[in-house]
């Protein structure tokens, strides 16, 4: 029976499948990220962030099975309420020591750590610089912080020194503290912020530099460390996600034994949350092992070799990351464009508004160390013969 809101909802979801912006979950199935099958289809996927294809790896899984038989699934309630698993800590404990850092949290998603973050350290009196096309979580962040927000034009240093200078020259009081957010690979365009120049800027006046590295850990950098650890660049705060490289769920914080504590505190993503379950913790610990290890330094080097091969089979010269879009314009073309893929067995969804920008929606191509050299060839045959490439 349909309620009067729901009279309204469906209006409502009229109103974005009318701009073909509707969305739904399509039913997946099998162990593998990158040959599941969708709606029964047995398919290749371009669309998980699996980059390493760790989510089906046998350590990772028995990790996980094991840490189950041992303490269970969840974690009860919040890690202030029932306490710290065993598997937290040693989580935590090896996340640091891989990251350089005095400490890092985790909490039941990375989404959740970005909102946790920017909410403990930022407030009505602070001001934060964030790049324009920076992740829904770091947007939301910075909404729900209260804190004055400026928008910098994308990897623009220039832009984000003007947009600080412009903010101070507009207000006679002047912010308690400054911060300036930023994803180091950014997740819709796979591209790279200038974090060199941002952190001179940073340095040089006096601002907190919070640095989102959820694409790029395990993938980038020495042993997989990122992007701030290839450039020498310690940042005030380095979020990560144990989603994607790491092939499990949950996210984290990584920085000061300081900065820990202030988040145990002030945190409300970790306070009233129930925390990461254990098993997960054990998953992404086992996932840490392996991306340490000669066989994270063998995975790296298949991602990036089929990077490469679909860089020359498209013949585009773009950041070497495993993000790669395909530009098509309208939500309309992009959904037909996906619905040819599918046609021929390879699964890449369309991506589309609020996602990204008006105007610029796309295929969102993400590759694995998993991929065969022949399912990157099946892709570039297939984004050819459709027409899909510029």
């Known amino acids: 029976m349909s309620s009067p809101l729901d009279t309204v909802l469906e209006q409502e979801l009229a109103a974005i499948a009318g701009r073909n912006r509707r969305r739904s979950c399509p ?12 709606e029964g289809q047995p398919v290749v996927s371009f669309s998980s962030n699996d980059y390493l294809g760790l989510c089906s790896h046998p350590a990772v899984v028995d990790a996980a099975a094991q840490a189950a038989r041992r303490g269970g699934v969840g974690a009860g309630a919040s890690r202030l309420v029932s306490g710290d698993h065993p598997e937290h800590r040693t989580l935590e404990a090896s996340l640091s020591a891989h990251l350089g850092t ?38 939301d962040g910075c909404r729900l912080s209260r804190a004055r927000v400026v928008v910098y034009r994308h990897a623009d240093p220039k832009a984000a020194a003007t947009c600080l200078q412009t903010a101070r020259d507009e207000h006679t009081r002047l912010p308690r503290r400054i911060f300036l957010v930023t994803e180091s690979v950014f997740s819709m365009d796979g591209d790279l912020a200038p974090l060199p120049e941002l952190n001179a800027l940073c340095q040089a006046e006096g601002v907190h530099l919070l640095v989102d590295e959820a694409h ?61 379950p254990p098993i997960l913790a054990a998953a992404a610990r086992a996932a840490l092992d392996v991306i340490t290890s000669s066989e994270g330094d063998t995975l790296r080097q298949a991602l990036h070799a ?81 027409a899909l490439l510029s």
Do not use: M, W
């Open 27 to 38: 039913e997946i199935s099998g162990p593998s990220r990158s040959y599941p099958c969708v």
């Open 102 to 139: 005095e400490a890092a949290l985790v909490f039941p998603s990375g989404y959740q750590a970005n909102l946790g973050l920017i909410g403990a350290l930022a407030g009505p009196d602070d001001l934060i610089l964030s790049d324009s096309l920076n992740h829904a979580s770091l947007i």
């Open 216 to 276: 790029a850990l395990g993938v980038l950098g020495p042993g997989g460390r990122g992007v701030a650890a290839a450039q020498g660049i310690t940042p005030a705060a380095l979020v990560g996600t144990l989603g994607k490289a790491f092939g499990a769920s949950g996210g984290f914080v990584a920085g000061s034994r300081t900065l820990r504590q202030l988040l145990v505190n002030r945190a409300r993503t970790f306070i009233f949350a129930t925390g990461l």
């Open 306 to 386: 089929r990077i490469a091969q679909l860089q020359t089979l498209l013949d585009r010269q773009v950041p070497a990351t495993p993000i790669l879009p395909l530009i098509l314009g309208s939500e309309g073309a992009a959904l037909t464009a996906s619905s040819q893929l599918r046609a021929r067995g390879l699964f890449v969804q369309a991506i589309r508004p609020p996602t990204v920008p008006e105007g610029t929606s796309r295929l969102r191509i993400t590759l694995s160390a998993a991929h065969r050299p022949e399912d990157i060839d099946a892709l570039g045959i297939a984004l050819r013969a459709e």
